[in-house]
T-cell receptor, first 114, second 111 residues
């Protein structure tokens, strides 16, 4: 069964901490994405990557950075966590080879910044 | 820019039919997706439309009109387990082919 795995289901961090959210996929997908999901706002794209070491800003990149050193792994970094970054974070992957399917999502990481 | 609208909430009765609408304004359209998301879980793929018309898959059907910027998801013979959020997403025609999502429609199915 194909999978996108996010390292943590729940995280609680303090304001100002550096936070790493990890995502690994085993489908050899070229594209990987980070979204955050907030009530009333839906899913908003933070960053995406369409190849190793490539990264592109999404709609709300401020306060975030990403790393893609290997094809299967895409990391989201909160350089200095703030309370307005409390949210559900969803990682997804896709491939042009399975265009009709769109994304495969991870189970999400619910981050609380206190 | 991208703009995708869908109702925030809907309520329907078990066994009935419900239609969830989605309107969009976007540049570089390359397909429309519907996802189902149960509370606390990841979204899962339901349907994909890239050409005009109706796609049927069991109890679920999805319709697309590109000229009107309009889609709907039709759920028949509603079951309690269909209570979930339904996300409309448009794929952009650019590098990475990323999806832009609407705010989601929370469907509550009552006995």
């Amino acid at each position: 069964d194909v999978k996108v795995t996010q390292s943590s289901r729940y995280l609680v961090k303090r304001t100002g901490e550096k936070v790493f959210l990890e995502c690994v996929q085993d489908m050899d997908h070229e594209n990987m994405f980070w979204y955050r999901q907030d009530p009333g706002l839906g899913l908003r794209l933070i960053y995406f990557s369409y190849d190793v070491k490539m990264k592109e800003k999404g709609d709300i990149p401020e306060g975030y950075s990403v790393s893609r050193e290997k094809k299967e792994r895409f990391s989201l970094i909160l350089e200095s966590a703030s309370t307005n970054q409390t949210s559900m974070y969803l990682c997804a992957s896709s491939s042009p080879r399975t265009d009709y399917y769109g994304y495969t999502f991870g189970s999400g990481t619910r981050l609380t910044v206190v | 820019g991208q703009n995708i609208d869908q109702p925030t909430e809907m309520t329907a009765t078990e066994g009935a039919i419900v239609q969830i609408n989605c309107t969009y304004q976007t540049s570089g359209f390359n397909g429309l997706f519907w996802y189902q998301q149960h509370a606390g879980e990841a979204p899962t793929f339901l349907s994909y439309n890239v050409l005009d018309g109706l796609e049927e898959k069991g109890r679920f059907s999805s319709f697309l009109s590109r000229s009107k910027g309009y889609s709907y998801l039709l759920l028949k013979e509603l079951q309690m387990k269909d209570s979930a959020s339904y996300l409309c997403a448009v794929r952009r025609n650019n590098a990475g082919n990323m999806l832009t999502f609407g705010g989601g429609t929370r469907l509550m199915v009552k006995p």
